[in-house]
C-alpha cells in the first residue's frame, strides 16, 4: 500500500489516560492473608470467606492451561496487587455528588452517562453500575429500577442485602474448580455486579457495567451474576478499558447468568482494554470465563465485539438444559500489532430441541494471531437438537494469522450440526474500487471490515453497535501499510 | 481536459505502454480498440493511478494537474472516474452506504457540504430508475451476488451520481446481452455534456452502434497506431485488427 497510508498510521488509545487519584492498595502478593484482608474489607460473612479459602486451595493445586493458540511469557502471581480502591470510596458515598469529582471526570472522559439528569434527557436510555479497579463506584437508577423489583447492585453489596440469593447462585454455572483463572478469580474477586430480574419483569432499561483499571500493577477480578427469574428479560451491556502502561496487567473475570423457564438474557460486550503498542509492549491480559444456565424455554444471547487485550482467552458459553431452551453467540474479535486471540464459546445441548446458533467473525491485521475455539456437544439427551455454526475469517495483511479449532461431539442420532468456515482477505481490487470512488484507503479498509462484522452489529443494542463500529475503526488504525 | 504524451508504464517489469499520446477535449467521446494484450486495460489502470502499474515515462495532465503524482482516491475526487471491467464485491456494505461514502468525499473535496440524507436517498432511487435497477439493490452489498449485467448497471449509476469530468469505461460492454448493453449505452448518452468527456475501452464494434464516439483510436503494441472518425470503427469489425497489426493501413 502507498506510503501516503502510512501517515495516518499512529493510532492513539483514547482510553490510556490515567486517573490521579489516592488509592489504597494492597503490596504485591498472594495467600490466605490476602484472600481474607479482601474478604474483611468487604465485610463479608463466614460462609463467603470459607468459600474463597477453598477456591484459593483449589487454584494452588492447578496448572494454567497451555493449550490456547497464545503465547506470552510466565506469569508471576506474586508480583500482581490483588486489591486496589480509590480512597475516597472508604466512607462509601451515598449518592453521585459524594463520589470524588475526579472520579467522575474519568467517566465524563470515557463517554459513559452517569448523570441521571442527563440520561433522562434522552441521551441514552442505560443504567450503569462502574467498576474502578477493585470497587464499585457508582450505580445509577437504582430507584427506578426498584420500583419494578429489579435488583442492579454491586455484588459486594448484594453479598449483605440478597445473602440467599448469592448463596443459592453464586458458583452455580461456574463453580469454584473449573478452570485455573475461575478458581483464583473466586479467591480473589473484589467487586462485579448483580442483578435480579423478577418473575415475568421486563426489565424497563438496560443495565450496564463499564469496567476500568487504573492502578499500576494491579490485577482485576470482578464478578458478575445476572439472574433472570421465570419469564424475565434483560438487556445487559458491559465495557472496559484500561490506561496504557509498558507492564501486562490481569484481568480475570467470571460472569454467571442464570435463566430460568421462559427467560431471556441478551448479554453484550464491547471489550477494549489496552492492547499494548505497536511494538506489542504492555497490555492487558484478559483471561475470562463465561458462562450461562439455559432453563426451559429460556434464551441466552452473547454478543461480543473484542477489539482490546494484548490476549484475549474467553469462551461465553451456553448449557441448554431445559428443553426447548435457545443459545447465540455473535462474535467479532478483532486483532491488529501483536495482539492475541482465542476465543469462541461453547454450546451444551441437554435439554430436548434445544438450539444453538453461532456467528464468528475473526479480523487479523498487523503481526496478530487470531483463533476460533468452539465446542458444540450434543449430549445423550438432546433429542432433536440443532446447532448452526458460521465461523468467517478475514486477513489484512501478510504477516497476521487466523485460526479455527471447532470441537463437535454429537451423542444423539437425532441432532442436526452444520459447520460453515470462510477465510478472506482485504483485496487489493476491493481496496482499489474504494480509492478509485474517492475514499480514503483508511476509511475503506474500516469500511469493508464493518461489512464482514454487519450480521454481528445487527445484534447489538443501538448506541452500542455504532460504538463498535467506532471502535474497529480506531482499533484498524495503521493496519493498511 | 485529458492531454496524455509518450506515456510509458510497465506492470511486474514488463513493458505493456510504449510511448502512448491522447487529447481529449471537452465534450468529446474516444473509442480506444484494439486486440487483446494490447494494453487497453491499462491504460485506464494507469491514469487512475492503480497500484502495481508504474509509469516509466511521459506525462498526463487532467485539467492542466499533473494526476500522475496523485494517489488514486485524489484523482476520483479530482474527477476521473473508472467503469470496471470486472466488478469486485464487497460484502455487507450496501449499496447506499458506499455510495455516500463516495459522494461525501468528493464533495469535500469540491468544498461542497455533505449532501443530506432524504436529498442523497431521492437522488440515488431516481438514478436507479435511470439504469433499470430495482431499489433494493441500494440495500444490498456492493455488486453482492449482482449478475454481471447487474454489476455494469451498477457501475453506471454510481457514474451517474458522482457526475466526474472524465469517464473512463474500461470493456463496459464485455459480458452483457443486448438489453443490458444498450441500457448501460443510455446511461451513458444521458451523461453526456459539453463538460464532460469519454474513453469508451472496448473490444468489439458493437457498443459504438449505440454510444457514438467523436473519435475512434487503435491501439496496438501500447501505442496508438491509427486514429479516425467513428467509421474506422466499422472498418476495424470487417477487416479485424491484423489489418492494422500487419502494417497493411
Known amino acids: ?431 482499489f474500487l474504494c480509492q478509485q470512488r474517492g475514499i480514503d484507503p483508511e476509511k475503506a479498509v474500516s469500511m469493508i471490515v464493518n461489512g464482514f462484522c454487519k450480521e454481528v452489529f445487527k445484534e447489538l443494542p443501538m448506541e452500542f453497535a455504532v460504538e463498535a463500529g467506532k471502535l474497529l475503526e480506531v482499533s484498524l488504525e495503521g493496519s493498511v501499510g | 481536459m485529458l492531454t496524455i504524451k509518450n506515456l510509458q508504464a510497465k506492470v511486474e517489469e514488463k513493458d505493456i505502454l510504449k510511448g502512448l499520446s491522447l487529447d481529449v477535449k471537452p465534450g468529446e467521446i474516444h473509442a480506444i480498440m484494439g486486440p487483446n494484450g494490447a494494453g487497453k486495460s491499462t491504460l485506464g489502470n494507469v491514469l487512475s493511478g492503480r497500484e502495481g502499474y508504474t509509469v516509466t515515462g511521459g506525462e498526463v495532465l487532467f485539467n492542466g494537474k499533473n494526476i500522475l503524482e496523485l494517489d488514486a482516491e485524489e484523482r476520483a475526487r479530482e474527477g476521473l472516474f473508472l467503469a470496471f471491467q470486472y466488478p469486485v464485491e464487497i460484502p455487507g456494505v450496501s449499496n447506499l452506504e458506499f455510495l455516500k461514502a463516495s459522494m461525501d468525499a468528493i464533495r469535500l473535496h469540491r468544498g461542497e457540504e455533505a449532501m443530506d440524507s432524504m436529498t442523497f436517498l431521492k437522488l440515488a432511487r431516481e438514478k436507479c430508475k435511470a439504469v433499470n435497477l430495482d431499489q433494493n439493490f441500494l440495500k444490498r452489498g456492493v455488486n453482492e451476488g449482482f449478475s454481471g449485467g447487474e454489476k455494469k448497471r451498477n457501475e453506471i449509476l454510481q457514474m451517474m451520481m458522482l457526475e466526474p469530468k472524465l469517464c473512463i469505461l474500461d470493456e463496459t460492454d464485455s459480458g452483457l446481452d443486448i438489453d443490458a448493453l444498450q441500457v448501460v449505452a443510455e446511461g451513458v448518452n444521458s451523461q453526456r455534456s459539453p463538460d464532460r468527456s469519454f474513453i469508451i475501452v472496448t473490444h468489439y464494434q458493437r457498443l459504438l452502434d449505440y454510444i457514438v464516439p467523436d473519435f475512434v483510436h487503435v491501439l496496438a503494441d501500447g501505442k496508438i497506431v491509427k486514429s479516425g472518425g467513428k467509421e474506422l470503427a466499422l472498418e476495424l469489425e470487417e477487416k479485424g485488427y491484423s489489418w492494422i497489426e500487419n502494417g497493411e493501413a
Open chain 1, 1 to 431: 500500500m502507498s506510503q501516503e497510508v502510512e501517515k495516518y498510521i499512529k493510532s492513539e488509545y483514547e482510553a490510556g489516560f490515567v486517573t490521579d487519584i489516592d488509592a489504597e492498595t494492597l503490596p504485591p502478593g498472594l495467600n490466605e492473608d490476602v484472600v481474607r484482608f479482601i474478604s474483611n474489607k468487604k465485610g463479608e460473612p463466614e460462609w463467603l470467606l470459607e468459600w474463597r479459602l477453598k477456591a484459593f486451595r483449589i487454584w494452588q493445586e492447578m496448572e494454567e492451561p497451555q493449550w490456547a493458540h497464545v503465547h506470552y511469557p510466565e506469569i508471576d502471581f506474586q508480583a500482581i496487587s490483588y486489591f486496589s480502591a480509590p480512597k475516597s470510596m472508604e466512607d462509601k458515598p451515598q449518592s453521585l455528588d459524594e463520589v470524588d469529582p475526579e472520579l467522575l471526570r474519568t467517566y465524563e472522559k470515557l463517554g459513559i452517562p452517569l448523570h441521571e439528569q442527563a440520561v433522562l434527557a434522552g441521551v441514552a436510555n442505560v443504567a450503569v453500575d462502574i467498576i474502578f479497579d477493585s470497587v464499585s463506584v457508582a450505580t445509577t437508577f437504582r430507584e427506578k429500577l426498584a420500583e419494578s423489583g429489579v435488583i442492579f447492585m454491586p455484588i459486594s453489596e448484594a453479598v449483605h442485602k440478597h445473602p440467599e440469593l448469592i448463596k443459592k447462585y453464586l458458583g452455580s454455572v461456574v463453580p469454584q474448580k473449573d478452570n485455573y483463572y475461575s478458581a483464583l478469580n473466586c479467591a480473589v474477586f473484589s467487586d462485579g455486579s448483580f442483578v435480579y430480574i423478577p418473575k415475568g419483569v421486563r426489565c424497563p432499561m438496560e443495565l450496564s457495567t463499564y469496567f476500568r483499571i487504573n492502578e499500576q500493577n494491579t490485577g482485576q477480578f470482578e464478578r458478575t451474576l445476572i439472574i433472570a427469574d421465570e419469564g424475565s428479560h434483560v438487556s445487559y451491556l458491559e465495557g472496559c478499558t484500561a490506561p496504557m502502561r509498558d507492564e501486562n496487567q490481569l484481568h480475570a473475570a467470571v460472569v454467571e447468568l442464570v435463566v430460568l423457564d421462559d427467560a431471556e438474557i441478551k448479554y453484550s460486550t464491547v471489550q477494549n482494554w489496552y492492547p499494548g503498542d505497536s511494538e506489542g509492549k504492555g497490555g492487558i491480559y484478559n483471561f475470562v470465563t463465561k458462562r450461562a444456565v439455559a432453563h426451559t424455554n429460556a434464551k441466552i444471547s452473547w454478543t461480543q465485539v473484542e477489539t482490546g487485550s494484548a490476549i484475549t482467552w474467553k469462551y461465553p458459553s451456553v448449557i441448554l438444559k431445559g428443553d426447548n431452551a435457545i443459545g447465540e453467540f455473535y462474535s467479532v474479535a478483532l486483532t491488529n500489532n501483536y495482539q492475541q486471540a482465542d476465543t469462541g464459546t461453547k454450546m451444551i445441548h441437554l435439554g430436548k430441541n434445544t438450539k444453538s446458533t453461532i456467528i464468528s467473525k475473526g479480523i487479523s491485521a498487523g503481526k496478530s494471531q487470531n483463533a476460533y475455539r468452539g465446542l458444540v456437544r450434543m449430549n445423550p439427551s438432546a433429542q432433536g437438537a440443532r446447532n448452526f455454526t458460521q465461523c468467517d475469517s478475514l486477513l489484512i495483511g501478510d504477516k497476521c494469522g487466523a485460526h479455527t479449532f471447532p470441537y463437535i461431539e454429537s451423542k444423539h442420532p437425532s441432532a442436526v450440526i452444520e459447520h460453515e468456515a470462510t477465510t478472506s482477505t482485504v483485496s487489493d481490487d476491493q481496496m
